[in-house]
């Protein structure tokens, strides 16, 4: 699963829930950081990356898997709107932040 460091400086748009430091700090690696609840995601077509905050803000396992189902869900959409594209070979990162 790749990694994002302070060397990539790509301009993804992500979440990490609502910790202002993390925030801070992913915005010093060139990232946005976008504010989002427990149960949502944060989705960035342009470069097909998606996020949830899940274990950073769960106060229970049933809040993680809400946020981690709707993950799942859009990738799944990612991955069907691009079914039958010739030649398409698309890779999808998904990191658990």
Do not use: W
Request: with cysteine; net charge negative.
């Amino acid at each position: 699963m790749p990694i994002f460091s302070a060397d990539d400086k790509l301009a993804h748009q992500l979440t990490i829930g609502t910790d202002g430091g993390t925030a801070q700090a992913l915005s010093s690696m060139g990232a946005t950081h976008v504010s989002c609840p427990v149960h949502g995601c944060v989705i960035e077509r342009q470069n097909k990356l998606i996020s949830t905050p899940a274990y950073m803000l769960a106060g229970r396992i049933n809040e993680a898997a809400e946020g981690i189902n709707k993950t799942v869900q859009a990738l799944m959409e990612m991955l069907d709107s691009n079914k039958g594209t010739a030649g398409n070979s698309q890779t999808y990162y998904l990191p658990l932040l």
